[in-house]
């Protein structure tokens, strides 16, 4: 068995609806997916994110990246998979996580396995959160409501900004979907002082949530530190669990409760490693995403699905797009990614 090819395909697709964080506001999605063929004529399919400011890379930077790929891994074995991995290992981290998506799911493909038996078989199915963007309280209960009615249980709200608007906007959630568990993300928008209040006021207002992911500024630690030991909430390092080495430096000084896993920021290798180095050491784990379609949230649920463990799944943005550049792949259902038996990524391929 041997690759044959390695090109990239542009996908271009709206949002439903301008997607507000704290570092900025996306309105379209400008992703690339990798389309590697095998000598047997089985596709896999990956998926590189554009999200500026977080990756680097651009549409125009990954079929680059691609051809590069194509050059160093055509007439190669995919079975050697891990020496392929190291092959591009000098690549951006989210051009590295789709060609290792592509890879494992076109190998998995051949071999007549499903992508979630190949990680660990734990389970066939994930459920996932739904996200709240910054927006008016009044939105946000219309979209509470809304996510309610589709069966979503978690919701994820984008906080950062002046922290009594956010007080608002997490209390119109709660307003619109009274039994919802609610998650919090700063994306390193607040101070620490910042958040110790708004966990108080909400608190006070019967809107506390159960984890806040990325409350300070990675370069905070003693931020993330200090909310950890005190805030009474589960705390999340995202932006501040860039790699391997973060994740150690993190569970060494016991600076977050778990570690944010996203392929785009570590590759397929580096969320095996810091999945492993969370579970030695009793930290929990989240899986999360940029604004991939759902080949790679696809990807990303039989991980987290095969693996097994994770205390939160923020796999929810195809649900955010516009319209849906692929055919097969997973169900949704409710809240739960339904992933089936079929092969690989569920046999999931472009339209």
């Not at 693996?307 to 516009?322: E, H, K, Q, R, Y």
Request: aromatic share 4%; hydrophobic share 45%; proline share 5%.
């Amino acid at each position: 068995m041997r690759i044959v090819r390695v090109t990239a395909q542009r996908l271009p697709l709206a949002l439903l609806r301008p997607f507000t964080i704290a570092v900025g506001t996306l309105s379209e999605v400008r992703n690339t997916a990798v389309v590697l063929e095998l000598s047997d004529g089985q596709l896999g399919l990956g998926e590189v994110p554009w999200l500026p400011p977080v990756t680097r890379t651009t549409p125009e930077d990954a079929e680059i990246g691609i051809g590069l790929a194509e050059q160093r891994w055509a007439g190669t074995d995919p079975r050697r998979w891990a020496t392929r991995f190291d092959e591009v290992a000098d690549f951006p981290s989210e051009l590295r996580a789709g060609l290792h998506m592509a890879l494992l799911d076109a190998l998995t493909r051949s071999s007549r396995l499903p992508l979630w038996s190949w990680f660990g078989g734990r389970g066939t199915s994930v459920r996932t959160d739904i996200t709240i963007p910054i927006c008016e309280p009044a939105e946000a209960a219309v979209l509470a409501r809304r996510y309610a009615e589709l069966g979503y249980q978690t919701l994820k709200i984008k906080v950062g900004g002046d922290v009594g608007t956010d007080i608002a906007r997490v209390r119109g959630t709660r307003e619109g979907h009274p039994g919802s568990q609610l998650v919090l993300d700063a994306n390193q928008g607040w101070t620490r002082l910042e958040a110790f209040h708004a966990l108080s006021e909400l608190q006070a207002a019967g809107c506390s949530p159960r984890i806040l992911e990325q409350p300070v500024h990675r370069d905070d630690v003693d931020g993330m530190t200090q909310l950890t030991r005190e805030s009474g909430v589960l705390i999340a390092a995202d932006e501040s669990c860039r790699c391997a080495e973060d994740a150690a430096a993190i569970i060494a000084g016991r600076s977050a409760h778990l570690l944010n896993i996203k392929l785009a920021k570590v590759g397929v290798d580096g969320a095996m490693s810091i999945a492993a180095m969370a579970r030695a050491s009793g930290l929990g784990l989240m899986f999360g995403a940029m604004v991939e379609t759902r080949i790679g949230i696809g990807f990303a649920a039989h991980m987290a699905a095969g693996l097994g463990g994770f205390d939160l799944v923020d796999l929810d943005t195809p649900a955010l797009l516009a319209s849906d550049p692929t055919i097969g792949g997973h169900r949704l259902d409710g809240d739960r990614l339904e992933l089936g038996e079929a092969w690989g990524n569920a046999c999931i391929s472009l339209r």
